[in-house]
């Protein structure tokens, strides 16, 4: 049993019914492997999306340029907008750590 498979959350299963045990059950044991293993990959595939994003954000670019302090990156991707109506370079420190915390809280 791979690890991480008993402590992956039930969105990993894709919130597949009760049925699908037994559609499961019909799979030769390679198919159930593999399937095995994507679920109990589930949470660390999340976080490497999650880091992906926070990496490639210009809003956390901005924040690394001006050398403030940065939160903690969220741990699975969430959608989160900020309005670029007014340049970053036009925006306060304050707006940048404020927007950057608040998507570090939604997606921790």
């Known amino acids: ?6 402590s992956a959350p039930p969105v990993a299963y894709a919130n597949q019914p009760v ?3 037994d559609q499961l059950a ?3 044991d390679q198919e159930l492997k593999v399937f095995a293993e994507k679920i109990a990959n589930y949470a660390n595939r ?4 999650a880091k992906a994003s926070w990496e490639s954000s210009p809003l956390i670019a901005e924040l690394r340029r001006r050398k403030l302090k940065e939160p ?3 741990t699975r991707v969430v ?3 900020v309005s670029l109506r007014k340049p970053l370079a036009a925006w306060t420190d304050t707006e ?3 927007a950057a915390t608040e998507w570090s809280k939604r997606g921790s």
């Open 1 to 6: 049993m791979p690890s991480g498979l008993t």
């Open 19 to 21: 049925s699908f045990v």
């Open 26 to 28: 019909k799979r030769p």
């Open 46 to 49: 999340q976080l490497e999306r």
């Open 72 to 74: 903690s990156p969220p």
């Open 79 to 81: 959608g989160v907008s």
């Open 96 to 98: 940048i750590v404020k």
